[in-house]
């Protein structure tokens, strides 16, 4: 069975849809990434799934729990780490600090500071800089502080949004491999959404192709590869 | 000398007053960007609580923990029936809601303990314990005021909560998404700002006496102060309230008399509003009043 399944899902922002019957699913420990141009519905999806926005129809499977109408809060606390659009940093706190936000939910202090270790191991930068205010830390360092703050959350499923947007190739590479790492070590499953379509295609094991709201096409992230309007329109060549 | 050394002593008791009701504004905007107005009236009200224990015979600190603990409760449940419902509404119907919530609470406090003016004790002696120029409850003020501080930067410098806290303030949405209850963070903020308010309170009844309409004034200052300050930023609360005080006395004794004290305080909110609407400390620029 799969860890998330979403089927039928629809809902928008105020009157307006902007999902349609969108149905996925990511497998225990897999990883899914769903793809597509800008304005697809990429974040709404993620938002949707995280309870921030109006789901008029379809549901949403995380393991034994059906998600629709839950409170965000409620439902991070089953083991979803969210990383959102743009981060959200908390950018008056210290890096510590927001790695300690990300683990308030809570108890197990010995499991904590494993987990300080093991995402300051990935991003020894975190490290060095964990004494400084997060707003003076770069774009490259913020995702990386992102990622280590859903992950101090010990999730079962990690959710990705665009963790690639504005940083330099190089820094890209180095969190592509940490995101194999992290799938490989702790079992997290990914759903990583993006637009930078020929990293993603490689990293997942199955892809959805998004487009103004609908799914348009879906399969096995290496077939999707080889698709031809695939790679055309996402990976240009 | 001996008259302005008092002045600047007796401003800096009433400015740690200022201080605690602008640490209390700050508390609620930053976390929501509303002012609340009915913060002074909060104030009263928990005072009368404090008047009514003492004066049924309870022991001055066990009313006054008391009355801290009540209006901890009272600040918690105004959040969770009233703001919150509003929460999202434009600015006016907020302006509205709290001056409603200052009104009502004016008037029912009015009902219950009529209007007459009424005598507050001091906990602090009578004769001056630290020279003749401030006198045993204005030091008394100040060092209650200083342990308020520290507790509350204990609180959320080192606590889990505290951390929680700060986070909701900052950024709600990346908050939820880390499983903070950020709806029980705001209400919290209010239950805390209701407490300090309610220190504040019965801090400043012995030197105005008790009425209901005793900390309307005391809210316009510690509206200037938090502005001055900063609105979002406690520390410059509380610098902001220490400066307001002694600047009120000092121009109330030496400049404009006191009759026109008041006024002062109003100078200062234009003049900060229209000259460094971030006050001293701000980071943000003010946008909803
Ligand atoms: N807060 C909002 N209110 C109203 N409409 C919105 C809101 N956020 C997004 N939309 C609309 O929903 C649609 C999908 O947006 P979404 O942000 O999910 O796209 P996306 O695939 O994440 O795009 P990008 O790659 O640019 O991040 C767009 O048409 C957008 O205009
Ligand atoms: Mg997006």
């Excluded at chain 1, 606390?77 to 600090?97: A, M």
């Excluded at chain 1, 490259?140 to 959350?153: K, N, V, Y």
């Excluded at chain 2, 959320?156 to 951390?163: A, D, E, N, P, V």
């Excluded at chain 2, 009844?205 to 309409?213: E, F």
Aim: charged residues 15%.
């Amino acid at each position: 069975m799969a860890l998330l399944e979403v089927t039928g899902l629809t809902g928008g922002y105020g009157v307006t849809d902007v999902l349609h019957d969108v149905s996925f699913s990511v497998e225990q420990g897999g990883i899914t990434t769903i793809l597509g141009a800008n304005g697809a519905g990429k974040t709404s999806v993620l938002r949707a799934l995280c309870g921030m926005l109006r789901v008029s129809g379809g549901t949403i499977q995380f393991a034994s729990d059906k998600l629709n109408g839950r409170a965000t809060e409620s439902i991070v606390r089953l083991g979803i780490g969210h990383v959102p659009d743009g981060r959200g940093t908390f950018l008056n706190l210290t890096t510590e600090e927001n790695l300690r936000v990300g683990a308030m939910t809570r108890k197990d202090k010995a499991g904590i500071s494993e987990d300080f270790k093991r995402v300051y191991g990935y991003f020894p930068r975190l490290q060095e800089r964990r004494h400084q205010q997060a707003g003076t830390l770069s774009g490259g360092e913020q995702q990386m502080l992102a990622i280590s703050r859903a992950l101090m959350l010990r999730p079962r499923l990690l959710l990705l949004d665009e963790p690639s947007f504005g940083l330099a190739p190089l820094v890209v590479q180095d969190i592509f491999r940490i995101m194999r790492t992290i799938n490989d070590e702790q079992k997290v499953a990914i759903l990583l959404v993006e637009q930078n379509a020929s990293l993603a295609l490689e990293l997942a094991d199955s892809a959805y192709l998004l487009e103004t709201g609908r799914v348009v096409m879906s399969g096995p992230a290496r077939e999707l590869r080889e698709a031809e309007s695939v790679r055309r329109s996402y990976l240009g060549y | 000398m001996e008259a302005f050394l008092h002045q600047v002593f007796s401003g800096l008791a009433n400015g740690a007053i200022y201080a605690s009701l602008a640490l209390a504004l700050v508390m609620i905007y930053q976390s929501t960007h509303h002012i609340n107005f009915a913060q002074g009236e909060m104030a009263m009200f928990s005072t009368y609580l404090a008047w009514a224990m003492i004066n049924a015979g309870i022991p001055y600190w066990m009313a006054f923990a008391l009355t801290v603990i009540a209006s901890f409760f009272i600040g918690l449940t105004i959040e969770r029936v009233i703001v919150r419902r509003v929460a999202d509404a434009p600015v006016l119907t907020l302006v509205v809601v709290f001056i409603a919530l200052l009104v009502i609470l004016n008037s029912i406090t009015g009902w219950i303990f009529t209007y007459t003016i009424k005598v507050f004790p001091s906990p602090f002696p009578e004769q001056p314990l630290f020279g003749p120029y401030v006198s045993s409850h204005e030091a008394g003020v100040v060092g209650v005021s200083l342990i308020v501080l520290l507790l509350l930067f204990l609180f959320f410098r080192f606590t889990s909560l505290g951390l929680a806290m700060r986070a909701t303030a900052e950024n709600a949405v990346s908050s939820r998404l880390s499983g903070i209850r950020v709806g029980w963070m705001l209400a919290l903020g209010w239950g805390l700002a209701a407490s300090i308010g309610a220190i504040a309170g019965m801090m400043v009844a012995p030197i105005v006496y008790l009425d209901p309409n005793m900390m309307s004034g005391i809210l316009l200052y510690g509206i200037a102060a938090a502005l001055m300050g900063g609105i979002d930023n406690p520390f410059g609360a509380v610098v902001g309230g220490l400066i307001v005080g002694v600047l009120e006395n000092l121009m109330g004794a030496y400049v404009v008399g006191t009759e026109l004290k008041l006024t002062v305080a109003l100078m200062l909110i234009i003049g900060v509003l229209i000259f460094k609407p971030t006050g001293l400390f701000g980071r943000s620029f003010v946008t909803r009043v």
